[in-house]
């Protein structure tokens, strides 16, 4: 299994070099060669196993020789041990025909652990095996980071920094990064937005001195194993519906389309996806580049679903990569175009993008409203970017089962739970004391070459 660039201007790597690397060296995104099959049958085969051995035979095909089958079941079964749930990824039913894949039994609460879990085993293997040391750079809106950090605190290999948009992420969220006392552990609160924040860690990887020097690795989903860990979570709940023997739907709450795009891989496997339904906050950018073609930045207003404040929806790119016939040259005139703030996306790409992805926005007001109207309903308490994906699946309800990812625990967003509610969520009793801890963080510019020098100074490098 090899891996190669959106943009096709990037060397090919094998599984292990792809997650090593993070952002292609042309500036592009790395997918695989060729999405390898799971015929009916061997799809019909997961039902009732537990989630690490579905993990394992979604995720097998796909590394190659990195790790011997013994050690890859290993690393999954370490990776969602720390799990609050026995399922990992419990659905519950919402209302008739539509469901809750609920994806925040990890150990920071969203649905980023069961990538970075992952992840994190398989680079600690790796590095054991090279006995490299490496700097991560991650950008976030408030889920990647804690999950990242959770993921590679206390390593000696391994220095994490984090930079997260100042004052734009929830209370919870930004505890979760700057109480961790490890001092590989690096918060970084930028002035800017999430888009600056991604855009200077796509900087760093472009500058080749800078991240050869440090030894550059991301764990954003930039880096492909990421996308890859999210693909299993499809597979586990639309086997329990009755796939493949029916259809299933699903509707995705969406900033960076990188969990979205797990979907379009599920479905490229041979997962009988009917819809694949994007559901945006007020920085609907993908709702309005689906319905018009034209994908246009408009600048970030801040909401009550902080993690999906994002205009410049990195995979996105991936997608296109797959609507223009996996032609990399035109990506990149694209992404070229996207510097100016706007790209028209061709007729012929848009009707692929629209064959395969529905989408829908919610409002501030949808948003609360949809989080009151639930507990009443149905006694489930929602977060608010799982309440923009029930809002918008609700507008997508067929006789097919639709199945809306709940993204975060609602206890990271208190504030807006409680005004939408009136009730005020608790953190787990692990989690209890969070706002006793003190917080180690630094404020830094939006400025590649401080943000370069500062990573050095850290390092000692
Ligand atoms: C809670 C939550 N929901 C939804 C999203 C959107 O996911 P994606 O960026 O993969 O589209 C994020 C962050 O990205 C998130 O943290
Ligand atoms: N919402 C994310 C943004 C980064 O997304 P990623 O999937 O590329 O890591 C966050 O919470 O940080």
Redesign the pocket.
Known sequence: MRYISTRGAAPTLSFAEAMMTGLARDGGLYVPETVPQMAKAEIAALAGLPYEEVAFRVMRPFIGGAFTDEEFHGLIEKAYSGFGHAARAPLVELAANHFLLELFHGPTL?F?DFAMQIIGQMMQAQLAKTGERITIV????????SAAIEAFRGLANVDVFIL?PHGRVSEVQRRQMTTPAETNVHALALDGD?DDC?ARLKDMFNDFAFRDGVRLAG????NWA?VLAQVVYYFTAAVALGAPHRPVSFTVPT??F??IYAGHIARAMGLPIERLVIATNQNDILDRAMRSGVYETKGVAPSISP??D?QVS??FERALFDAYGRDGAAVAQLMGELKAGRFAISQGALQRLREEFGSGRASEDDTRATIAATLVATGELLCPHSAVGVKVASEHLSEVPMITLATAHPAKFPDAVETATGIRPALPPRMADLFQRPERVTRVPNDLAALEALVRARKGA
Do not use: H
Request: glycine content about 18%; charged content about 15%.
């Open positions: 969203a980023k991650g950008a976030t809106s408030g889920d990647t980071g997260f999430f991604q764990v954003n989903s930039i990421r900033g960076n990188g969990d993690s999906m994002i990195s995979n």
